[in-house]
């Protein structure tokens, strides 16, 4: 059973290029939703959270489907340094005491 | 800034030898978190704690013990480490998840992770 499944990609496109990542998520009752970011041999940060009325900031776009369970990261105008790998991470009930459940992930790689 | 600490970031360990990773975070946080990743299977979780002296068994605890004796510090502990627990090692920390702000509830803080290899 897959909690969280991602495409894995590689998600190959040139620089300004536009590209959307979905993942989709088996618990109905989750309550809170991110996107991380990792870079090659670095650890995991926060890029955004998801709400449920969707969410922007700069370039980027989360929306989340609840009743279809998937969310989405959409990347406008791709940098050089948009190149990761981009964790869906979900939150399966809100409380206290309780583990973030992280996709395997989506790779990435914008190039010149 | 939140820091999240982890006491190595490269260790070469034998087969059999008991192998302690520690993680400091100094924003308070009551949560703490270990996680493994491997290459095609992600972050998995191993250990996590809400509170001093509270441990909860993760995806994979087989293997492995933690200790959470001061709030700001989460031990994770191999026994007997094997070839098999060679991995990246993340430590993560977070608040309880009753506050909110723009960054969101449940953010976790990672630690940069510790290289272990066993042979």
């Known amino acids: 059973r897959k909690e969280v499944e991602q495409d894995p990609g590689p998600f190959n496109v040139p620089e300004g290029a536009t590209v959307a990542f979905n993942c989709t998520y088996s618990n109905s009752a989750s309550q809170s939703f991110f996107w991380y970011r990792q870079d090659c041999r670095k650890e995991p940060k926060l890029l955004m959270s998801?709400?449920?009325s969707g969410n922007e900031d700069g370039r980027f776009t989360a929306q989340l489907n609840r009743a279809s369970q998937y969310i989405s990261l959409l990347i406008r105008d791709s940098k050089l340094s948009d190149s990761a790998t981009y964790l869906c991470v979900v939150n399966p009930v809100a409380q206290a005491g309780t583990a973030l459940i992280f996709g395997k992930g989506t790779t990435l790689s914008v190039s010149s | 800034d939140v820091k999240v600490t982890q006491s190595s970031r490269y260790l070469v360990k034998r087969t059999g030898e008991k192998v302690f990773l520690e993680c400091v975070q100094d924003?308070?946080?009551?949560?703490m978190f270990w996680y493994r990743q491997d290459p095609g299977l992600g972050l998995r979780l191993i250990y996590f704690s809400y509170d001093v002296k509270m441990k909860e068994k993760g995806d994979i605890p087989e293997g492995y013990s933690v200790s959470r004796e001061k709030k700001e510090r989460f031990s994770l502990i191999l026994e007997s480490a094997s070839t098999n627990q060679t991995s990246m090692y993340l430590c993560?920390?977070?608040?309880?998840?009753?506050?909110?702000?723009?960054?969101?509830?449940?953010?976790?803080?990672f630690g940069p992770g510790t290289r272990l290899t066993v042979t």
């Open positions: 993560a920390s977070s608040f309880p998840g009753t506050g909110g702000g723009r960054r969101g509830v449940y953010e976790q803080y």
């Open positions: 924003m308070d946080h009551e949560n």
């Open positions: 998801v709400y449920s």
